[in-house]
C-alpha cells in the first residue's frame, strides 16, 4: 500500500465561510469542524476590485495579480482595444507544482481552477474534469488520462452551469447533477491517491461556487426571487451540496496519515 500523501489540499470553490461555519457548528459538516477544530484558521480578503477568478491563479503561481496577469475572466488584450477571454495558458507565473517536480517531487492536481496543463510533470493532472465555468474540454497528464478516468466514472453532466439554467426545472437539475459530480469527484480521487505515495495532494470541488450562483435564491428567504413553494418542494440545495462536500472530504481526509500536512 502507498503511503499517504505529505502534503493534502483540498478546496471548495467559493464555499460561503459563514455558511461553513455555521453548519460545522450544528454538526451538519463534521469534517471541516473536525479540521477546524484540530488546527488553524482564519479569514482571507481579496483585493477590492479584482475578479474572484483572479485568485486561484495568485494560489498556484504565489503571486499577485500584477505579476501573473488574470484581473477578470475577460480582459483588454495589451496594445488594442480588444475584450477577449482570459484563459489559464495566459497566466505570466508557472505553477509552483512546475517546480516541485523539477526537484524530483511527486505530484497530484486534480481540477485547481483556472489552471493551465502542465506536461511533463512528475506526477498526474487533471484540468477541467468538473470545475465552475471550465476554460478547456476536460485533459490530463497523461494525455490517456482523463479519457481512462471518464470511462470509468463518468463525464461531468455539464462544463458551465448557466448551461443548466436554460433547461425545464433548472433548479433540481443543477442539484441532482452537483451532487452526482461530488461523489463521482470523491471516487476519482480516492483511486488516484492509491496510486503512488504522493509528496503533494492538490484537488478542488467547484461544486460550492456553481450552487451558489444559481441557487441562492432558493436558500435564501429575502432573495427577491425567492419562492416559498419551490423551497418547501426540493428544500434547500445549497445545504444538501454543502453536506455532501464535507462527507467528500471526509473521505479524501481517511487517506492523509498523522504526519501528513492537510
Known sequence: MNAPPKVLFIGLDAASPHLVLDWARKGLMPNLRSLQESGSWGFTKNAPGIYTGSLWPSVFTGTTPGRHGCYYNEQIRPGTYDVADFLGTEIRKEPFWNALSRAGKRVCIFDIPKTPLSRELNGLQIVDWGTHDADYLPCSWP????????????????????????????????????????????????????????????????????????????????????????????????????????????????????????
Not at 481512462?148 to 442539484?175: H, I
Not at 426571487?225 to 467528500?248: C, T
Request: glycine share 4%; net charge negative; charged share 30%.
Open 143 to 262: 494525455t490517456t488520462l482523463i479519457d481512462e478516468l471518464q470511462t470509468k466514472y463518468g463525464a461531468s453532466p455539464f462544463r458551465r452551469c448557466d448551461w443548466v439554467m436554460q433547461k425545464s426545472d433548472p433548479e433540481r437539475t443543477l442539484r441532482r447533477d452537483l451532487l452526482w459530480r461530488v461523489e463521482a469527484k470523491a471516487n476519482i480521487a480516492e483511486e488516484l491517491l492509491k496510486r503512488d505515495s504522493w509528496d503533494v495532494f492538490m484537488m478542488a470541488w467547484g461544486e460550492s461556487h456553481c450552487v451558489g450562483h444559481q441557487c441562492w435564491h432558493v436558500h435564501d428567504a429575502s432573495h427577491p426571487k425567492h419562492s416559498p413553494e419551490l423551497r418547501r418542494e426540493m428544500g434547500d440545495p445549497i445545504q444538501d451540496v454543502y453536506v455532501a462536500l464535507d462527507q467528500a472530504v471526509g473521505r479524501v481526509l481517511r487517506h492523509a496519515g498523522p504526519e501528513t500536512v492537510v
